[in-house]
């Protein structure tokens, strides 16, 4: 029995391993590929608010249900994933932050709501997914990214020199729960791991099989991402923060894994070669990029970073997706500009060999990089 409890402690208690959330997320993410869609967070996003927009009035169309929008369900999937691992672990709880730091986790999400809209996507589906499909957008969108959290990090050096007492503020745990509600979290936790492994059978039952299993898939992420404490934005900003390049070399394996899987199955004619193309290949990859690399560090959180820790009680990350998913709502249904042109990397390079070989040499440039800063920290800032 105690061998039973401390394997349970270790998976449903315990943090896991940096690594293992990157290879959990590859999986799911090639499964997501699978099931005829790939891996994306923004939709979800823009399907919340076009319907806060449509019910306002704004909007005529209707839009696609939350309840049947794949996307909307991948990123729902995920907060109720992050919310069931939470309550399991004992660590779910209401959090308050400073003023200023609800003030910035607002301006974070806008931020990114609109750089999302110019790259085409987050930082799920314009640079991991994207560059798994071999994309040129998604490079180009991780140099956006690598920028722009640059930026976003010099100004909080700046603001904690000119606003230290706003930056010094603490919040507070709203309403900590009682010894009663604590036992039962668990139990709540685990009837929604239950009811998420039935949603293929739901779903299936109304002839939407394919959303039931993406709805499942999306929950399984946000269990990979709370378990592990997977962040997007922590392998961007890490390395200058605080020099560490772990998350990077995490994220590479991610990555590589992919990228591998993805491969695979266009290789196999499972789907499409130039499938899931942004065409953002140009300057809206890279200054998207930017933009949305500066609003997650505003926000403490990235896309799917917002998503697992909205399901935690985070409540500036709660107030991120708000103003996230309006932003890129707007933006997306009244501009309307080329941001670039749609790029698939064999055609560019030549030939499937050359377009792997880029994508593996700008990853392990991005891990030199970041184990050459970790020993010589020359790109620190704090």
Request: hydrophobic share 50%; net charge positive.
């Amino acid at each position: 029995m105690s061998v039973m409890k401390d394997v349970y402690r270790q998976v449903f208690v315990k943090e896991w391993p940096y690594w293992a959330g990157g290879i959990g997320l590859a999986a799911i993410a090639v499964l997501l590929w699978v099931a005829d869609q790939p891996w994306g967070i923004i939709g979800g996003y823009r399907n919340w608010g076009d319907w806060f927009f449509y019910l306002a009035g704004l909007y005529d169309k209707m839009p696609v249900s939350p309840l049947l929008s794949t996307k909307s369900l991948m990123a729902g999937g995920l907060v109720l994933g992050a919310f069931s691992a939470s309550l399991i672990s004992g660590q779910f709880g209401f959090r308050m932050p400073p003023w200023w730091e609800l003030g910035k986790g607002v301006i974070g999400g806008a931020v990114m709501g609109f750089g999302a809209v110019l790259a085409g996507g987050c930082n799920v589906g314009g640079f991991f997914s994207n560059i798994a499909a071999l994309s040129l957008s998604g490079l180009l969108m991780w140099a956006g990214l690598l920028i722009g959290t640059f930026l976003g990090l010099k100004y909080l050096g700046w603001e904690m020199e000119a606003v230290p007492s706003a930056v010094m503020g603490r919040g507070v745990n709203i309403k900590p729960a009682g010894k009663t509600v604590k036992a039962i979290q668990p139990y709540i936790g685990w009837i929604l791991i239950v009811t998420a492994m039935f949603c293929p059978l739901i779903y299936g039952n109304h002839y939407y099989t394919k959303q039931g299993i993406i709805l499942f898939l999306g929950f399984m992420s946000g269990i990979v991402m709370h378990r592990s404490r997977f962040c997007f934005a922590a392998a961007f900003r890490d390395p200058f923060m605080t020099g560490e390049g772990d998350k990077v070399r995490s994220m590479f394996v991610a990555l590589f894994l992919y990228v591998i899987g993805v491969s695979l199955l266009k290789w196999k004619g499972i789907s499409p070669e130039t499938w899931y193309l942004f065409s953002t290949a140009g300057w809206g990859a890279v200054v998207g990029g930017i933009i949305f690399g500066f609003g997650m560090i505003l926000a403490g959180g990235c896309g799917s970073g917002t998503l697992f820790r909205v399901g935690e009680g985070q409540i500036k990350l709660i107030a991120t997706l708000i103003s996230m998913s309006f932003v890129n709502s707007l933006t997306k249904h009244y501009l309307h500009f080329k941001f670039g042109e749609s790029v698939f990397l064999p055609d560019l390079m030549g030939s499937w060999t050359g377009a792997l070989i880029l994508v593996l040499a700008v990853m392990l440039f991005w891990v030199w990089f970041s184990c050459w800063n970790e020993e010589n920290e020359k790109f620190v800032l704090f």
